[in-house]
Every structure is written in structure tokens, then in C-alpha cells.
């Protein structure tokens, strides 16, 4: 779709306010060219003529066009405003709007800082063109086409003298804007490394204080930094070069007037009036002259940021919500993998899964890790797509569920958790936000939150940071498995979800879990042999595939992988018994 076609489709809903933003910017460069003229019969109905009689209405008129000009220009400017502001609203919420509706894979390949740049200085780009660009090059033909005109009314031999000279100012300043866009390409890339350079110091400020790493922080820094005043003192050199033979230009055409006007009003082919009208007016012609170039390269500008704005709205989710809409679909809990296969692009991480999970039943993933647990879990979520073979829940294909229908009955506590610059109240109740205040306690107690919440002063209404900021990381865990029994989900999963907790307070939620009189199919992972024992079936993962399965005494029996991990964590359990004793 071509970026005009594309803008246009935005700019429609406020053709009218824009439009008549346009029109009282047309009325407005036109009068500006009125002033001279005024200024013209100033000299020669007036000082010419030495008769006062027409002072009065001509300075009158000048003061009354004066203010009628200011008052349009407002008024234009605040139409062209309105208008450019309500489009880019409207793009950026689209735009917002479609990047929530992005699956996984996309957010792998892009990265937040592009999405970020897209967001803000591409957006303005665009808005430039509306609020300015198109304004200005509105503003530089009507002046160009008028003052031509007038121009070629008072004299045309000496109109032509004048217009000779424009190809030369329109081919300086179109070399200057050429050169002068990508250095100033160089220094916006440059101003968002330096951005991110500092962004990732604050949000990384924990790790380069553990490596006492500030000074290796600062010279990073300083390289960015010393770049960037290298390209900004590259454009000022470019303007130092190309200044002066603009300037040359401008003092070339009034020297011309002065030449050429001079020799016509000594044959009196014109007056001294209309010699003052044509300086008027050659100043204003010369302006559009002067502005081609910008406005080709803020043009461009336009052209690339709207491409990569598409780019960011139109990128097709690979994963297709083609399903029906289940709201009522009751869900037993029955999870089946049927040949699955998957790969990360090219990396092979699930070689051909096949298991089934019965309603109701706890089962429990181990194994080394990257042998691929949490892909699985990506995987039933519909995160990821599969390659090849099947995912069934209740013998549905999970392709043909709705995606929200699916995310709702199939709840996860991520292994990598993420909690919101919220209260922590806010944060349980993320996924079902109208929440009784007693449903969030209920589940903060079963996730063994409660306790740690209420020592807060604030309770569960304490702020918590960005990203969790001022909480323990089993506290964090606890608040994210809380936000995650908070829906009440039939499925289940828990992704590591206590690695972090003692064996104590595991144990705990463990019971208290099973204790709810809800039956569901639960999915654990996790590194903890002791948090296994119970579960239904066991699968022991290795590379991709499962390499072992049953329960905890079959899989003991089997003397197998299993078998050398619960040795070995019974092992360090005993040598730090024996340890105990020691001490
Ligand atoms: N988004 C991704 N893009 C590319 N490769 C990935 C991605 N996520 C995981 N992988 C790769 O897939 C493999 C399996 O990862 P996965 O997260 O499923 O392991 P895991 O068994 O959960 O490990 P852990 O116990 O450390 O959590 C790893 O080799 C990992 O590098
Ligand atoms: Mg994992």
C-alpha cells in the first residue's frame, strides 16, 4: 500500500478540519503578498506623489491585512494541529492495538528498542508531514504561483532576470538537503544508541554494581556519546558549508533588483514603487526555492518511518485465531501430544512428543535444563505453533479452540515472571480484574502470600516496582502463582514456579493445593525431586524427547536417569545432614 494511500486512509475521518486548515493557509500566503503592493503605492501614491491624502488608508489597510494575516495564521496552525494530532492518535492506538495481537515469534524477532523508535519518532515523522510539510509545500506553490504572476504584471523582461536565477538556489539547496539527510539519518540512529545505552544501565544498574563494572558503564557511555557529537558537529560543518553560498545567492537576486530595477525606473519602464513591490515579492518567491530540498527530505523521512509503521501494523500473526468461540466449553482436563515435533527457526528443541494426561491428574516434568519443558508448556498455550503432530485437549484440537477460550481455561505461572508497576493487589488480580478483595486473599493464602503481604504497611495495596522491584524472588513467585490461581483455570501449569520457596513453604502450597476441593489437570515442572513424588505420572525430558516416564517407585525401579537424579539429590541431602552434624 502506498504511505500516502495508507495515510490517507487515517486522515479521511478529518478531511474537512484539515482542509479548512489548508484553505486559511492559501488566503494567508496570498495575502502576504499583498503587503509589498501596499507598501509599493506606500511610495509612489504617497512619497512619489508628496500627497498625505492616501496615508491614512493605506497604512490603515497595512495594519488591517497585518492582523487579519497573524489571526489566519493562528487559526491555520491550530486547524493543521487538531487535525495532525487526532490522525496520529488514531494510528497510534491501531498501531497498539495490532502489536498486542502479536504472537511470540514476533516479539523474538523484534526488538524492543525498534518497537520503541516506532512508536515515537516514527510516529512523529509522520505527523511532520501533516502538520508541516504539506502545509509548507501548499504554502510555497500558492506563493510561487501569485508572486510569478504579479511579478510578470509589473515587468516581465525584468521578472525573467529574477527567475534565472532560481534554478541555481533550487540546485543549492537540493544538493545540501541530499548530503545533509543521511548525516542527519546518522545522528537520530546515533541518539537512540545512546538512549539505549542508558536505559539498559538503569534497568541493569543491579548486575553492573555486583561486577563493580561503572567504569566500564561509563566508557560505553562515553563512546556513544563522543559519536554523537561527532555526527551533530558534522551537520553544523555542512551547514558552515553550504550557508555562505545560499547567503551568496539571496545578496546575488537583491543585487540584481537593485541593478536591473534601478536601470528600469532611470528609463522609467517601472516606478520606484513597483521596484519596492518586486523586492517584496522576489524575497517571497525565493523562500519555496529555498524549502524544496528540506521538504524532499523530510518527505523521505515520511516515506520510511510510515513503511516501517506498516511494517510494525500489518506483520501477520504467525499464529491464526481460527478457532470457535467456546465460552461454555466444559473443559475435563484431558492434555494429549500426538507426534509433536517443534523448532525454535531452525533448532530442533521437541522431537516427536507423544503423552496423554488425564483429567484430573497431577503431572510432573523433569529433566536437565533447555531439554525443552517450558517449550511444552509454549506449545499447549499456542505461544508457538507446532511443526508436525498433534495437541488435543479433550480430544479438541487446540488449533480449532479460541485462542482467549483456550488462554482462559489453560492458566500459567511463567517461569520468568513479570509483575506490573502496580499494587499488589492490582497485580493478583491482573487476570480477572473484578476480583473480590476476599477471592485475592483466598488465593494469596493458598500461594502462601498472605503472611508476607500483611507485613507490609501498606498491604495489599504497596506499590511494587517495575518488574517486581522490593520483593524477594519467592515472593515474587508467590504473588505470580497467586495471580495465576486467581482464574481458577482447569489446566493448570507451573512452570518452576517455586524454585525459589524452601522445601517448607512448597510443601505448604503443595497441600493447600490439593486441599481445594477443585479437580483439576495440573502441570508441574520443576528441578525438585521432592516435589514430584506425588504426582501421577512423572515425564523425564533429555534433549527433546522423553526419555523416561511413570511414576516415582517405577521410575526408581528402572534405575534409569531418574533414578541417578534422586540419588544425587538425596545424596547432597544426606552430605548436608552429615554436614549439620559436623558443625
Ligand atoms: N524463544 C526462543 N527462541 C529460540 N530458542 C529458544 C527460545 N526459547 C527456548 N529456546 C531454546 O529451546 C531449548 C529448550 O528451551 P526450554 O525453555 O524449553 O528449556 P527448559 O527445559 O524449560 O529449560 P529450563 O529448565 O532451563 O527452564 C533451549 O535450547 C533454548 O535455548
Ligand atoms: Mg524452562
Redesign the pocket.
Known amino acids: 500500500m502506498s504511505n500516502i494511500k495508507w495515510l490517507w486512509g487515517y486522515l479521511k475521518k478529518y478531511k474537512w478540519l484539515y482542509g479548512a486548515g489548508l484553505l486559511l493557509l492559501a488566503i494567508f500566503s496570498v495575502l502576504s503578498l499583498y503587503v509589498p503592493q501596499i507598501l509599493g503605492r506606500l511610495v509612489d501614491d504617497v512619497i512619489m506623489a508628496e500627497n498625505t491624502d492616501l496615508l491614512k488608508p493605506l497604512l490603515l489597510s497595512l495594519i488591517a491585512a497585518t492582523l487579519f494575516r497573524t489571526s489566519l495564521s493562528y487559526m491555520h496552525s491550530y486547524l493543521q494541529e487538531k487535525a495532525s494530532q487526532n490522525v496520529i492518535h488514531d494510528i497510534r492506538t491501531n498501531t497498539y492495538e495490532r502489536l498486542n495481537k502479536q504472537d511470540?515469534p514476533f516479539f523474538?524477532k523484534n526488538r524492543t528498542g525498534d518497537i520503541m523508535a516506532r512508536m515515537t519518532g516514527d510516529m512523529d515523522a509522520v505527523r511532520h508531514l501533516l502538520a508541516h510539510v504539506i502545509p509548507q509545500l501548499l504554502k510555497g506553490i500558492v506563493t510561487l504561483i501569485f508572486a510569478i504572476w504579479m511579478m510578470l504584471e509589473i515587468n516581465v523582461v525584468f521578472a525573467l532576470c529574477i527567475f534565472a536565477l532560481s534554478p541555481v538556489t533550487c540546485l543549492i539547496t537540493g544538493k545540501f538537503a541530499k548530503v545533509i539527510l543521511p548525516t542527519l539519518q546518522e545522528s537520530r540512529h546515533q541518539f537512540s544508541r545512546l538512549n539505549t545505552a542508558v536505559q539498559e544501565n538503569v534497568s541493569g544498574h543491579r548486575v553492573v554494581k555486583a561486577f563493580a563494572n561503572e567504569d566500564f558503564e561509563i566508557h560505553k557511555f562515553d563512546k556513544e556519546n563522543e559519536a554523537f557529537k561527532e555526527k551533530n558537529l558534522n551537520i553544523s560543518k555542512m551547514w558552515e558549508k553550504y550557508l555562505p553560498p545560499l547567503d551568496f545567492m539571496v545578496n546575488l537576486v537583491f543585487f540584481v533588483i537593485l541593478l536591473v530595477g534601478g536601470y528600469f525606473v532611470s528609463k522609467a519602464s517601472i516606478t520606484v514603487g513597483e521596484l519596492v513591490i518586486f523586492q517584496g515579492l522576489a524575497h517571497r518567491f525565493n523562500m519555496p526555492m529555498r524549502m524544496i530540498g528540506w521538504l524532499t527530505s523530510d518527505f523521505q523521512r515520511f516515506n520510511a518511518s510510515s513503511s516501517k509503521i506498516q511494517e510494525l501494523m500489518y506483520a501477520e500473526p504467525k499464529i491464526k485465531n481460527v478457532g470457535i468461540r467456546l465460552n461454555d466449553l466444559d473443559i475435563k482436563g484431558k492434555v494429549e501430544f500426538k507426534d509433536v515435533s517443534f523448532a525454535?527457526?531452525q533448532?530442533v528443541?521437541l522431537d516427536n512428543l507423544n503423552f496423554v494426561i488425564e483429567p484430573g491428574q497431577t503431572a510432573a516434568f523433569i529433566?536437565?535444563?533447555?531439554?525443552?519443558?517450558?517449550?511444552?508448556m509454549?506449545l499447549i498455550l499456542r505461544f508457538y505453533e507446532t511443526d508436525e503432530g498433534l495437541i488435543l485437549i479433550d480430544r479438541i484440537n487446540i488449533k480449532n479452540i479460541d485462542l482467549k477460550t483456550l488462554r482462559d481455561k489453560v492458566s500459567i505461572a511463567m517461569?520468568d515472571i513479570f509483575l506490573f508497576t502496580d499494587t499488589i493487589k492490582g497485580n493478583i488480580s491482573y487476570g480477572v480484574p473484578d476480583a473480590s478483595f476476599d477471592d485475592i486473599v483466598k488465593v494469596a493464602q493458598i500461594a502462601e502470600a498472605d503472611e508476607f503481604i500483611q507485613e507490609f504497611p501498606e498491604g495489599y495495596d504497596t506499590i511494587i516496582g517495575e518488574r517486581g522491584v522490593g520483593l524477594s524472588g519467592g515472593q515474587r513467585q508467590r504473588i505470580a502463582l497467586a495471580r495465576t490461581l486467581l482464574k481458577d483455570p482447569d489446566i493448570l501449569i507451573l512452570?518452576?514456579t517455586t524454585s525459589s520457596l524452601d522445601i517448607e513453604t512448597e510443601f505448604k502450597i503443595q497441600k493447600a493445593l490439593q486441599k481445594l476441593n477443585r479437580k483439576r489437570t495440573t502441570l508441574l515442572?520443576t528441578?525438585r525431586i521432592s516435589s514430584v513424588m506425588k504426582a501421577d505420572q512423572i515425564f523425564v525430558?533429555d534433549r527433546g524427547r522423553i526419555v523416561e516416564r511413570g511414576t516415582h517407585n517405577d521410575l526408581l525401579k528402572k534405575k534409569g536417569l531418574y533414578y541417578d537424579v534422586y540419588m544425587n539429590q538425596m545424596g547432597d541431602f544426606n552430605q548436608s545432614s552429615d554436614t549439620k552434624e559436623v558443625i
Open positions: 511470540f523474538d525454535y527457526r533448532n528443541v529433566g536437565a535444563t533447555g531439554s525443552g519443558k517450558s517449550t511444552i509454549n517461569q512452570d518452576d515442572i528441578h525430558m
